[in-house]
Nanobody, 115 residues
Framework: QVQLVESGGGLVQAGGSLRLSCVASGNIPSSNVMAWYRQPQGKQRVMVAMITSGGVTDYMRDVKGRFTISRDKGKEALYLQMNSLKPEDTAVYSC?????????WGPGTQVTVSS
């Protein structure tokens, strides 16, 4: 059973940057899609960005041009570079994949952007 753990969250001023990491305890099938989600306090969780095994990416409209998702298969790691952060980006960020038809989530890391 693969486990995911995120890191890199914290408090940053608007306009600043953070780089989130997600590391898997075991092998993630190379064909799997991996994604970052976020859940602001009191709101529903939404997908922020995703990446395929071939490196194809997609982003929610609100973060296009500011966030970059990347994947290191050798390190079994997923990253989210977040630039030009806004207070609206404040949320718990979680990484996600599907293995053998089952959703696998990390516990999340808090990102707080002050104005």
């Amino acid at each position: 059973q693969v486990q995911l753990v995120e890191s890199g969250g914290g408090l940053v001023q608007a306009g600043g940057s953070l780089r989130l990491s997600c590391v898997a305890s075991g092998n993630i099938p190379s064909s799997n899609v991996m994604a970052w989600y976020r859940q602001p306090q009191g709101k529903q969780r939404v997908m922020v960005a995703m990446i395929t095994s071939g490196g194809v990416t997609d982003y929610m409209r609100d973060v296009k041009g500011r966030f970059t998702i990347s994947r290191d298969k050798g390190k079994e790691a997923l990253y989210l570079q977040m630039n030009s952060l806004k207070p609206e980006d404040t949320a718990v960020y979680s990484c996600h994949t599907i293995i053998r038809g089952i959703d696998v989530w990390g516990p999340g890391t808090q990102v707080t952007v002050s104005s």
